[in-house]
């Protein structure tokens, strides 16, 4: 979202950003790009975890919020389902509105509620029930913007207008450089998918195999920090900006798995603007039209002869070429803001 409202303002439009915070203050760089910037407070209360609307939809709902987008009668964009509390509100009913989703929301909660227990479960699956029947308030937009295709198909049920935005990075060149032979695993390493793929990687291809693996991101789980103390891996805990950047650009190979195919990933956009390889099950590149610039591994021993194969070898300039196209093409965050200029103009 940030390279996109960067990318907004590159080519001219004037942008009042409002956005919710959570404890971790202003963000000032963002007026660099937005004419205003204006917080607002996410208030919770027990009556919102049982309200009939979802509790991500019904916590930001800020009547300030409301005043502040009747000032003007500039177009609205919001991100993400769990933003759309007054999409249908009366006093909007002339704006045009867009929406960007963000994931089949509710797919997303009942992955969620599967990997879980007790009442984050019972939390997970009530959530999931009320973003489901939710869902059909996208039909008040004017157009939806879709992260990946089959998405699109799948919100098409409630537009005519509606268009592939899938996620961009700030536009760089893709220069070759050699990499480094480890492979290379990052996310935020709190979050159970994430969890469950790293335990998933030692258990069926690090059970034989042995090469240099390093796992990086953010508040690690005490699981992984005793995998890591097994010495199935090298932790990098809570890498600064930097040092992740380091970590991924010199990276040989990205290994890249998960068992839910809601949204895209954004490490998997990420890995695509390095020289590396970049390796994946069937699940991570479901629906994104990506598949063509990885390489798909399901059975452990494809990710072994795979792994192997491609820490002895840079990515050869035939491949690294289809990757620059794609990044000057389908995921240039540029060309795809033409699309929401187009809709507002």
């Known amino acids: 979202m940030f390279y996109r409202i960067k990318a907004l303002h590159e080519i001219g439009f004037e942008i009042t950003l409002h956005c919710y915070e959570y404890g971790r203050g202003h963000a000032p760089e963002l007026e660099q790009y937005a004419s205003e910037v204006i917080y607002y407070s996410r208030k ?7 309200s009939r609307k979802p509790f991500i939809v019904q916590t930001r709902r800020s009547k300030k919020l409301l005043q502040n987008l009747l000032k003007d009668d500039a177009p609205i964009l919001f991100e993400g389902l769990h933003t759309t509390y007054f999409l249908n509100h009366p006093k909007l009913k002339d704006r045009k509105k867009l929406v960007r989703t963000h994931n089949i929301e509710h797919d997303y909660y009942f992955k969620l509620a ?9 939390y997970y699956s009530s959530e999931a029930n009320k973003l489901k029947r939710y869902e059909s308030n996208l039909k008040f937009a004017d157009a939806l913007l879709s992260i990946k295709q089959s998405d699109l198909d799948h919100f098409s049920q409630y537009s005519t207008e509606i268009h592939l935005l899938q996620p961009c990075f700030d536009q760089k060149e893709l220069l070759v450089h050699p990499t480094k032979p480890y492979l290379l695993f990052h996310g935020n390493l709190s979050v159970s998918e994430n969890i469950e793929a790293v335990k998933w990687i030692c258990k069926e291809i690090f059970d034989t195999l042995e090469a240099p693996f390093v796992v990086a991101g953010k508040d690690p789980d005490p699981a992984l920090i005793e995998l890591s103390e097994k010495g199935m891996f090298e932790l990098k805990s809570n890498p600064n900006e930097d040092e992740m950047n380091d970590l991924v650009s010199n990276a040989r190979v990205h290994l890249l798995y998960t068992n839910q195919s809601t949204g895209i990933k954004l490490k998997l956009i990420n890995s695509l603007q390095t020289p590396g390889h970049v390796l994946v099950n069937p699940t991570m590149v479901e629906g994104t039209g990506l598949q063509n610039f990885c390489t798909i591994c399901q059975h452990h021993y494809e990710w072994k002869h795979e792994i192997t194969k491609a820490l002895n070898l840079e990515l050869n300039e035939a491949r690294f070429e289809i990757r620059k196209k794609l990044l000057s093409t389908k995921l240039s965050v540029i060309e795809n803001c033409r699309i929401i200029e187009k809709l507002v103009s």
């Open 44 to 50: 919770k209360s027990l009556l919102d975890w049982i």
């Open 114 to 122: 599967e990997q879980t227990s007790g009442w984050k479960k019972w």
